[in-house]
């Protein structure tokens, strides 16, 4: 005959004589014996969850019992749960493969990063002095203008085209090998453009560059043809001022026209292409000498120096350390 102590949520049930006939002492009882049912969960025998000691029942549903059995059932969904943690948090054994994808994330993540979002460049000429020097490192942001996917020369749409006054690191097609080089926008296509005695003129209205730099009082004439320009990286038939013929104003008597390094123009850049020079105008080798720029060879803008670095310095070892500008580290490009 069974009874049923029917107090709390936890029902008691008594394989013995009914509650009016048990003595009203405590009596040990074996725990497979007692059975544990919850509003919650479906009757099982305790002993079932594991749990191997005796507990004290009263026949009569003493409040000491029901407690001791509440809180056994409590140890045991928190163990429960402590296992499910850990097994939850215990990190998987892959092996050697799990390794080995690891790596080929972090190579294709940084391909993908280092080919279409930003790009690391060096200056290695004077042409931008003082804005940039020998040495700087910078970074620069691919996308903006259309990354070029690798091996292919296909161009990925741009956000937008480069600026008057803007830096960009084009590769242009007069060197051989072909080198990324860092020059600034002077003209955009459409743009007039003429230079005279050192002073640029836009579109008609006198440009302010503050950031170019002259040193040299003597101004040269720039040769029509380049055959005899001494630089065995550029390309000689790329060079000279007869790039500006087709682009000069009608206005301009192409057979008299003798540009210098300080005075030429007036002229239109063509669709498609862009005026480039460097800051340090008697340094550079730029768009008055190799004409317009195509759009095409634009890869990038610089955003920041990352480091820089005197290899002129003569520092001590270890040089990277020593010779280091460590006060343009960091500093915008503008």
């Known amino acids: ?28 009882v074996p725990l497979d014996r007692v059975i544990v049912s919850n509003s919650r969960s479906r009757t099982t025998p305790l002993a079932a969850s594991g749990a191997r000691a005796p507990v004290l029942a009263a026949a009569s ?26 097994r939850a948090a215990a990190p998987s054994d892959g092996g050697p493969l799990e390794g080995l994808k690891s790596i080929l994330v972090a ?13 690391a460049y060096s200056i290695p000429s004077e042409s931008m002095e003082k804005t940039l020097l020998v040495g700087d490192y910078l970074m620069a942001n691919n996308a903006l203008f259309g990354a070029t996917i690798p091996f292919t020369g296909i161009k990925l749409p741009a956000l937008r085209d480069p600026r008057r006054g803007e830096i960009v690191v084009f590769r242009p097609t007069y060197n051989e090998p072909q080198i990324d080089v860092v020059k600034r926008v002077i003209g955009v296509p459409g743009d007039t453009l003429q230079m005279a005695n050192g002073q640029l003129f836009r579109n008609g209205e006198r440009v302010n560059e503050r950031y170019a730099r002259y040193e040299e009082a003597a101004d040269d004439l720039i040769p029509m043809e380049g055959f005899g320009f001494m630089d065995p990286t550029v390309r000689p038939e790329a060079y000279g001022a007869r790039n500006h013929l087709p682009l000069l104003l009608s206005s301009v008597d192409a057979r008299e026209y003798r540009p210098s390094r300080n005075t030429w123009g007036p002229l239109v850049v063509p669709a498609g292409h862009y005026w480039l020079m460097g800051d340090n105008r008697d340094q550079s080798l730029d768009s008055r000498f190799m004409g317009p720029i195509p759009r095409s060879t634009i890869r990038g803008k610089p955003l920041f120096i990352y480091y820089s670095f005197d290899k002129q310095a003569g520092a001590p070892f270890p040089a990277f350390v020593t010779a280091a500008r460590w006060k343009r580290i960091g500093t915008p490009i503008h």
């Open 61 to 86: 549903g003493e409040p000491e019992a029901r407690a001791e059995l509440k809180g056994t059932l409590r140890s045991r969904d928190r163990a429960k749960k402590a296992n499910r943690d850990a």
């Open 1 to 28: 005959m069974c009874t049923t102590a029917e107090r709390g949520p936890f029902a008691i049930h008594l394989h013995g004589p009914p509650r009016w006939l048990a003595p009203r002492a405590q009596a040990v």
């Open 107 to 119: 190579v294709l993540l940084f391909f993908v990063i280092r080919t279409f979002i930003v790009t």
